[in-house]
């Protein structure tokens, strides 16, 4: 797993709402920096960095990768950027081996198909 530093700096971000409800930072953009392996960074950025923008897309998040330090920066509410770790989290565990996904990695995100 990989270690998650606190929070850089936080600014307004859009009018969006999250998930996260009363929070009083919910809605605000905040960054941080999740430290990776040199492995984990190639394959996050993915080929012409298409992983990297796939995770971006669907998390609403913002991601910088910082190659030379092995991190990447995830800059989103509360919501985008906990989605964000969690596919980051999905894409690293596909570099070892398979994975299942279940229904506690359903948070509101994700579709089910039982085949």
Known sequence: ?????????????SQRHSTEGDSPTAG???????QLTDDDSAFILGRGGKTKHKIAKVS???????????TIE???????????????DLVRMQ?????SVHTGHD?????M???
């Not at 998040?61 to 330090?69: C, D, I, K």
């Not at 570099?95 to 994975?99: I, Y």
Request: aromatic residues 4%; charged residues 35%.
């Open 28 to 34: 605000r953009k905040a960054a941080e920096l999740m």
């Open 95 to 99: 570099r070892v081996g398979p994975v």
């Open 1 to 13: 797993r990989a270690e998650v530093y606190s929070l850089r700096h936080a600014g307004k971000g």
């Open 113 to 115: 198909v039982d085949v």
């Open 60 to 70: 609403g998040a913002q991601l910088e990768l910082h190659e030379r330090n092995n």
């Open 74 to 88: 995830i800059i989103g509410t509360d919501a985008e950027r906990r989605r964000a770790r969690k596919y980051i």
């Open 107 to 111: 948070d509101g995100d994700l579709t």
